[in-house]
């Protein structure tokens, strides 16, 4: 009797929670709200800008009651790149993506982004008036095969940081600022500062972590005269050549030969934190570290173009807006307002004065506030200046292991344990063999 | 040769070999102070005002005028209370619905009898073989089509078999003499019963390792939960703390940092602190086994 009155509850308790869930399964179909969309984004210089996230989007939120947007936060570049996949693959896009500008070719061949086009289209707009806005050197990683993909939203070049007092205790003018490798490494040898065996301060600081140590590679080779990819197709990679053994030679050489940057693979938080500290005279970091820079340097600094071997020229940094391959209509043209209105002049001036990193539309330097703040800060200046010298962000199919591929071996070299020319050449043979499926699907494929 | 008649001093005779409890206790004192280190500095670096500059943020000298700014920042920034409650109710969810599974399972390799057990049983420990990672997409489907994307119970569910804990009380359950269970068997004891008042009685210290393992597994996972979760009020801490952390173009405000990490281990080190007695023993008691 017991039994079956215990059983007679559980089916009791059984069918209430079903009728419970039906209900609320239910109750999205039925409710006539504002379209809910989500933005995945990744936290580009410091927790506090997490907070700037939220400010934005409410604001946003305020002045379209048709849509409510949520922010959501995902991690590093990286992290938001497995986590945007992973929840398209789920069939849970997210409505919008701040994603690393890297990154658009893969995803695109993979069929995971939407065409922008038909949008820019059905607003009245050529393509050429939408990218118009944008500063050309962006473009490279916004438009694949004359389509666009992403719309710019925070984007840096690397720069050249100098602590101006220490410089100047030396007998350099920091008002001249080193312009080739040469100067650089006279300048790191004067700077480097040692007692006995043991170096008091070094000469000059350059990252070296996964996702940094890629960018800071194509820097160097690009300054070095050489290209790190093929710009023009995702299946080949340039590593085992003299622009990049030149490049990956004299980083070494400026640990192992002249002993003026400290040996080891260093992380960016660790460069700035050192920089700062007066522990190092120069870095190599991106300008979206320039506000962190300027709110704690207790010293006078300088910011300069990254100097050259043989030619100036730097890659793009920074993040695109994008919207995923598979979203409904509804949310689709939401995510494509959400899209317009924060790379609009007056919120990416908003954003790139809270972040350092500078605003991706050429109108945001035309607007009052912008043009006040660069002349009380005239070091925002130069960033944009590079960019008449900067070119795309390394961009192939899987851009994350074959970018690994080469990290993987400069870390080798940081860390004393290879030399460059046999690193490089491990580097080139793991990248080729990362991008044979697609090669064997593309230009290998004879007809 | 004072120093080795001190250290060997009321050493038995037949010990003298090894190493002598006053050189364990040196060992352990250094070993103790060694990991003290880092949490220290993190206390320091906590309490430590910005006006110190970033100079000092590496020493281990506390600062001549502590403040609280750094907490004040961290717990503005993340929601902790709220983080704190969702990561409690993953950890006390999963370990929950493990106790069950690995029980049974557990009973069944140790004790029961069917076709291709130790095939099966290898089959199982094949699963700690396999990287977390490896299992994200397909879990993710897995998780979205049952409709729990964004939902804690998302979170918990691809931990609710464990085959670590399944091994550990195969392990415990065989160790208990099977008389007992005969016993239980003559008095006219169900299944159920004999496993509720023989086998799982006797393998408290197992279920207690494998809760402290569970929980701060659970409780450090990062990305599972990146991927499930959207909503920020579903954050665990682990996501929440990485909002400071997790940087992508280099500069951290080290002060924010220690103070939100501070705050995301305090419960586990209260609560070891509490049980600290427990925690050892049980790990103790089931590595005799």
Not at chain 1, 104 to 124: C, F, R, S, V, Y
Not at chain 1, 364 to 374: H, R
Not at chain 2, 118 to 147: C, D, E, H, K, T
């Amino acid at each position: 009797m017991l039994f079956s009155r215990r059983l007679m509850f559980g089916l009791a308790m059984a069918s209430s929670l079903a009728a419970t869930l039906a209900g609320a399964l239910a109750v999205p179909a039925m409710a006539e709200g504002p379209t809910e969309i989500d933005l995945f984004f990744p936290v580009p210089v410091d927790g506090k800008l997490a907070r700037d996230m939220g400010t934005l989007i409410k604001e946003f939120n305020d002045g379209h009651p048709d849509i409510k947007a949520t922010a959501v936060y995902t991690g590093s570049y990286d992290d938001t790149l497995i986590k945007t996949r992973a929840a398209i693959k789920a069939g849970k896009p997210p409505s919008a993506v701040i994603m690393s500008a890297n990154f658009l070719l893969d995803m695109q061949i993979e069929n995971e982004l939407t065409n922008l086009d038909a949008l820019i289209k059905a607003d009245g707009t050529t393509k050429e008036q939408f990218l118009g806005q944008f500063f050309p050197a962006l473009q490279g990683n916004a438009v694949i095969n004359r389509s666009v993909y992403g719309v710019p939203f925070h984007n840096s070049t690397p720069l050249l940081y100098i602590n101006a007092d220490k410089a100047k205790e030396v007998g350099l003018d920091p008002s001249k600022p080193p312009q080739t490798w040469a100067e650089l490494t006279d300048w790191a040898k004067k700077l480097t500062k040692r007692e006995g065996d043991k170096v008091t301060q070094w000469g000059i600081a350059i990252p070296c972590a996964y996702d940094y140590c890629g960018w800071m590679m194509e820097t160097l080779t690009m300054s070095n005269g050489g290209r790190y990819y093929n710009e023009e197709f995702g299946g080949e990679v340039y590593y085992d050549t003299p622009s990049m053994l030149g490049a990956l030679t004299w980083w070494n050489d400026l640990v192992y030969k002249h002993k003026v940057h400290a040996p080891g693979a260093t992380p960016g938080p660790a460069v700035s934190t050192s920089f700062i500290s007066g522990n190092a005279a120069m870095m190599m970091l991106s300008t979206g570290s320039l506000t962190y820079v300027r709110d704690n340097a207790k010293f006078n600094y300088k910011v300069a173009f990254i100097p050259r071997n043989v030619r100036n020229a730097v890659p793009i940094g920074g993040a695109s807006l994008i919207i995923p391959a598979g979203l409904e209509a509804g949310k689709q043209k939401a995510a494509w307002t959400l899209i317009k209105w924060m790379t609009s002049p007056e919120k990416s001036a908003w954003w790139s004065r809270a972040t350092g990193y500078f605003a991706p539309n050429m109108a945001a330097y035309k607007t009052p506030e912008m043009v006040d703040f660069l002349n009380k800060n005239p070091d925002a200046k130069t960033a944009v200046e590079q960019l008449d010298v900067a070119k795309p962000w390394f961009a192939t199919y899987k851009t994350v292991p074959v970018r690994k591929n080469l990290e993987d071996e400069v870390m080798l070299v940081l860390n004393g344990k290879k030399q460059p020319k046999e690193a490089l050449v491990a580097a080139q043979k793991a990248a080729d063999e990362t991008l044979k499926p697609y090669n064997a699907d593309t230009s290998l494929k004879l007809p | 040769m004072k120093l080795i008649d001190w250290l060997y001093k009321d050493t038995p005779l037949a010990t003298r070999g090894e190493i002598t409890p006053k050189l364990g206790f040196l060992l352990t004192v250094l070993l103790a102070i060694v990991w003290l280190i880092p949490f220290l500095w993190m206390v320091v670096a906590t309490l430590r005002p910005a006006s110190d500059g970033i100079n000092a943020m590496a020493e281990l000298m506390p600062s001549l005028k502590p403040t609280l700014d750094n907490v004040r920042d961290a717990w503005e920034i993340g929601d902790f209370p709220r983080y704190t409650l969702n990561t409690t109710i993953i950890c006390a969810g999963i370990l929950l619905v493990q106790f069950v599974t690995i029980t049974l399972a557990g009973f069944a390799f140790a004790r029961l009898d069917f076709a291709g057990k130790s095939l099966i049983f290898y089959l199982f420990l094949m699963q700690l073989m396999l990287v977390p990672v490896l299992l994200i997409v397909p879990n993710l489907s897995l998780v979205a089509r049952l409709g729990l994307y964004d939902t804690l119970a998302g979170v918990m569910m691809p931990f609710f078999a464990s085959a670590f804990g399944t091994f550990l009380m195969r392990q415990a359950f065989e160790a208990i003499p099977t008389e007992l269970e005969d016993a239980a068997l003559i008095d006219g004891a169900s299944l159920i019963q004999r496993i509720r008042h023989i086998y799982v009685p006797l393998s408290m210290p197992s279920f207690s390792a494998f809760a402290i393992i569970s929980v701060t597994s659970h409780w450090n996972d990062f990305l599972w939960p990146l991927m499930v979760i959207n909503s920020p009020d579903k954050r665990p801490l682990t996501v929440g703390l990485s909002v400071f952390t997790k940087t992508a173009e280099g500069t951290q405000a080290w002060g924010t940092i220690a103070a939100g990490t501070l705050m995301v281990i305090a419960p586990l080190l209260i609560t070891f602190l509490i049980f600290q007695k427990r925690f050892i023993s049980s790990f103790v008691t089931s590595g005799i086994k």
